[in-house]
């Protein structure tokens, strides 16, 4: 009897393949407590190699295993973009409560196995990868909310993240099976053939399945009205936890969006395109009002993502390569804005008694500048002021949203923009200026000082204080800087176009 | 040339960083001496028939068609020079006196003046909205941090953010405009760019221009700030440090008019003429509402803002008489007005130094033992009246004659506005310098270093006094080209203006 083995290409799997082994590698170290020491190093050489390796594999477009993946540009942008993410977590959870508390081992694999799923998630060309591929990375996400067990709200985060996550998944995999029932395909280019005779509208069981699909999308990307979840679970979660979730989660999905509308359902844009506008204006309004009257800052910032989703979810609308080109720039900006501020929400959280409440920064400027530089940028560049990053992203979505004819939606932008002015700029002045009240100590302000105890020397550790300076330097770099980015997307939205 | 004149205040902030405390601010003062010396030279090599010149063109992000494009004409060399002049006043009087945390207030001041250097010398409409809104940071740090609260106002922190918000509502929906400016004009089969000499030769159609014009007219009236869109204005200058104030009074309002000039006449012309009447209307709206709240004022920070509402009004009526005449005196009118309002500002300060408070009731005579500072404000006083021998008058009287040939009605309704004006400076004169002495009130003579910042300034204004050709002969040929899309032709007088005609028969 001959037996055909599939061809398989290891090199284009080996990013995928080291995050396996590395995982593995990861988790077995934590058992042995003479090795517990290395698992944070051996995590990030885990990361290196798996980013060595999607950059060995820039411009070189692959289908991988019968085409249920493919390693592109936009991939490994994606891909590269989560581990970038992933690093800096490791960073901030150096001297984490959480990390003693869940075993170093076991918190260090459940993120190599979360960056393995959103790697997946980007090279996804089915239904079945899509879905394999966004469990993966949720469900040690779920795990990794509630790693610290003595605080009741990171265990109230996970739960909640874990009940609305799965509600989201339920809702992603209907919407699935019915556009499979629908289109006769679960490949990405099958349902595009599929369902090119009859249209999006034309069928109501790809209709629902489409809708309950960007649902589901919408869960895991926080786009408002589902975004209930991201304040409390992002409030909740460990911080050094909640940065990696706001930022890598959020680039993983939108790219399996970009694939799933901007490819599979292309032909039949002018459909859905309306649908989806709606959501980023949604988004958008709800996100910029909401984050207003924070106090909490990591309430703040998941607002905030939410109001940033909006944006990035116009650069989808469009269905242009422009578009795409300007997510990838967008995601790439708002990671490193979102970092430097977590690196220092991060470090006041373990120097001061005031948790994440907005009073841990207030007269930062004169204490800590070199925390209150990074925060200043990255607020400044979160609400898109020139000289950051912030203001390229948004010029790039701008440009292309006019270009697609959706001119109102970039009004939107410009709208939003304004509104989050308001609640960006409340903590710069925090840092800054004098304030309206010197802000007594709390009773509770969101954190639960018996369960964190206090490092004085936080804000001068380096783990921290590097990645806020180096990711606030980037924010600058790149916003005078920007044609190398600029080029870094363009080869993402030309690997689809 | 031109790039150093642009990054110099930068580099010396920077630099500043390093240097011990009590030099900062004489380091930045160096700073911003060594950027006047550039612009002096600069002004210097002008030729006011080459059109534009000291050019830098480099394609800074090709994949969006932004170009890194600066270049002088008439329309923004002396705006150049003013903003310079200016700077090296503000940041001295400054120095010359104890700051909290020198550092950063200096680095502050020296990113204001690059970002407002760089929005006067754009030829990139992107590059131009990048400045605009990069001036907006130093500033609200500035306000912010260096402001005071108000016991019963809002703190500085509150009105500075509702300075912000306000104007980044103009500047962001002009962010917008602008980009859709340029896809709408490649959109003919050109390529993208955001040059504004190339977007000038291919007008987009009139229903744009229409929406555009006006997403464009917010950013700029809300910066100047005109009518209805001053709410910013009353706190924002109450908060502010006067050192800040005094440059930001004087040149960040002239950048909008400024904007008008560069951007709105030539780019969008159909939308221009359309919406006019308009334009006037809010203008002098602007020069009634601004003047009448100047007489009442107690607050002489708040006469000397509401007093620029007003004559930012009479500029921006000047811009839209559609005429040479017009757009020329509201040129040099600019430059007036900014020579007369930061040492307006520079006196504010000190009189509010030795009296305690900002209260003109609670204010008189200085002028009995102060007769050189008396003298000082009165030439300051009669220059913001526009007392004929003054270069304001000839301003005045350009932008009036401009405005009779146009709009005749509007013309006579603005008239009234040179009257007021000579009401509210006079009042704010007689209330400091004359009337009875409060007993409490110190009355000095003003020392050598307020002397050093003060002086000059006042030479500027008699100097240009004695010669506002200086400015009108070097301005007039741009100002034409930039007006001539709008008027079809009408204000051309030099033959190598191209006309309304011209393009329209172009086009087709």
């Keep these: ?497 | 040339m031109i790039n150093s004149l642009l990054w110099t205040p930068l580099v010396f902030g920077f630099v500043g960083l390093l240097m011990p405390r009590r030099y900062a601010g004489w380091w930045a003062t160096l700073g911003t001496a060594v950027t006047l010396g550039l612009a002096i030279s600069m002004v210097a090599g002008f030729n006011s028939g080459a059109g534009l010149q000291d050019t830098v063109d480099v394609n800074w992000i090709p994949g969006l068609g932004v170009d890194y494009s600066l270049g002088v004409d008439g329309l923004n060399v002396f705006l150049v020079l003013l903003t310079t002049v200016l700077w090296v006043a503000g940041t001295a009087f400054a120095a010359f006196r104890e700051q909290e945390r020198p550092h950063l207030f200096f680095l502050m001041m020296l990113l204001g003046e690059t970002a407002t250097l760089g929005s006067f010398l754009a030829q990139d409409l992107l590059l131009f909205v990048l400045f605009f809104d990069l001036m907006l940071v130093p500033f609200y740090f500035l306000f912010g941090a260096w402001g005071s609260d108000r016991e019963d106002g809002p703190t500085a922190a509150a009105a500075t953010l509702k300075m912000i918000v306000y104007t980044l509502i103009g500047s962001l929906l002009m962010l917008v405009a602008a980009i859709a400016t340029a896809i709408i004009s490649a959109q003919d089969g050109g390529h993208l760019t955001f040059s504004i000499a190339e977007l000038a030769q291919h007008p987009i159609g009139e229903g744009s221009q229409r929406w555009i014009f006006w997403f464009f007219a917010a950013a700029f009236l809300v910066k100047m700030p005109a009518f209805l869109l001053h709410g910013w204005m009353p706190d924002a200058y109450r908060a502010a440090p006067l050192p800040a104030l005094a440059v930001f009074s004087g040149v960040l309002a002239k950048v909008g008019a400024y904007g008008f000039l560069r951007v709105v006449l030539p780019l969008f012309p159909a939308a221009t003429v359309e919406f006019q009447e308009v334009i006037l209307v809010i203008a002098l709206a602007s020069i009634l509402y601004g003047s009448v709240m100047a007489f009442t004022q107690t607050n002489i920070r708040l006469v000397a803002g509401y007093s620029s509402v007003a004559q930012l009004g009479f500029i921006t009526a000047g811009i839209f008489a559609l005429s040479a005449d017009g757009s020329d005196g509201a040129i040099l009118q600019m430059v007036n007005h900014g020579l007369v309002v930061a040492p307006l500002f520079v006196i504010v300060a000190i009189l509010a130094e030795r009296s305690g408070t900002e209260d003109l009731r609670e204010m008189g005579g200085m002028a009995v033992r102060a007769p050189v500072l008396a003298a000082l404000f009165l030439i300051v006083t009669l220059a913001t009246l526009a007392m004929p021998g003054s270069a304001n008058f000839v301003g005045e009287f350009y932008i009036l004659n401009g405005l009779f040939d146009s709009k005749i009605v509007f013309a006579f309704v603005a008239i009234s506005g040179v009257a007021m004006s000579a009401y509210y400076a006079l009042r704010l004169y007689q209330r400091t310098m004359h009337n009875r002495k409060p007993d409490s009130l110190p009355s000095r003579e003003i020392g050598l270093r307020d002397g050093i910042v003060l002086v000059p300034l006042v030479l500027c204004i008699i100097g240009l006094a004695l010669y506002p050709q200086l400015i009108l002969k070097r301005t007039d040929e741009s100002v034409q080209q930039s007006v001539a899309p709008a008027t079809g032709g009408g204000a051309a007088k030099a033959p190598n203006v191209f006309t309304f005609q011209e393009y329209r028969g172009g086009k087709r």
């Design chain 1, 1 to 497: 009897m001959n037996f055909n083995a599939p061809h398989i290409d290891y090199a284009a799997l080996s990013p995928v393949l080291a995050l396996t082994v590395g995982l593995c590698v990861v988790l077995l170290s934590g058992v042995f407590k003479p090795l517990k020491r290395t698992v944070p190093g051996l995590t990030m050489i885990t990361l290196a190699a798996t980013a060595g390796l999607l950059a060995w594999r820039w411009d070189n477009p692959q289908d991988l295993v019968s085409g249920a993946l493919r390693l592109d540009d936009l991939a490994i942008s994606i891909s590269l973009i989560a581990i970038l993410t992933a690093a800096f977590a490791i960073f901030f959870s150096t001297r984490e409560p959480a990390v003693e508390e869940a075993g170093s081992g076991e918190y260090h694999a459940l993120l190599v196995g979360s960056v393995l799923g959103m790697v997946l998630l980007a090279q996804a060309q089915n239904l079945v990868t899509f879905f394999v591929a966004i469990e993966t990375l949720s469900i040690p996400l779920y795990i990794l909310c509630a790693t610290n067990l003595r605080r009741e709200k990171s265990l109230e985060s996970g739960l909640k993240y874990l009940i609305v996550g799965s509600l989201g998944s339920a809702t992603l995999l209907y919407g699935m099976a019915l556009v499979y029932g629908g289109s006769g395909s679960t490949d990405f280019a099958g349902i595009a053939t599929g369902i090119a005779k009859e249209g999006v509208l034309g069928d109501p069981l790809v209709l629902v399945g489409i809708a309950m699909t960007a649902v589901g999308l919408a869960f895991k990307t926080s786009i408002a009205p589902f975004h209930q979840w991201t304040p409390d679970v992002y409030e909740g979660a460990p911080s050094p936890v909640t940065g990696f979730m706001a930022v890598a989660t959020k680039a993983a999905a939108f790219a399996v969006f970009i694939r799933f509308f901007d490819v599979a359902l292309a032909p039949q844009a002018s459909d859905w395109q309306p649908a989806l506008a709606a959501l980023a204006a949604i988004s958008i309004v709800i996100g910029n009002v909401g984050a207003l009257g924070q106090d909490s800052l990591k309430r703040l910032l998941g607002y905030s993502g939410v109001a940033q989703a909006g944006y990035i979810l116009g650069g989808l609308v469009v269905a242009s390569e422009a578009g795409v080109n300007a997510i990838v720039f967008y995601l790439a900006a708002y990671a490193f804005m979102n970092l430097a501020a977590f690196a220092v929400v991060i470090a006041r959280e373990r120097e001061t008694v005031f948790g994440d409440h907005i009073d841990a920064v207030r007269g930062l400027g004169a204490e800590r500048p070199q925390l209150a530089w990074p925060l200043t940028i990255s607020m400044l560049g979160l609400a898109g002021l020139p000289a950051t990053a912030g203001f390229i992203g948004k010029l790039y979505l701008i440009e292309a949203l006019v270009e697609g004819d959706y001119t109102w939606l970039a009004v939107f932008i410009a709208v939003g923009t304004m509104i989050s002015l308001a609640y960006y700029l409340r903590v710069v002045a925090a840092m800054w200026m004098r304030s309206e009240s010197a802000g007594a100590v709390p009773a509770i302000a969101g954190a639960s000082p018996e369960a964190d105890p206090i490092d004085p020397e936080a804000g001068r550790r380096p783990y921290l204080v590097v990645p806020a300076l180096l990711a606030a330097a980037a924010t600058i770099f790149f916003g005078v800087i920007p044609q190398p980015l600029v080029e870094f997307a363009e080869h993402a939205g030309s690997s689809l176009f």
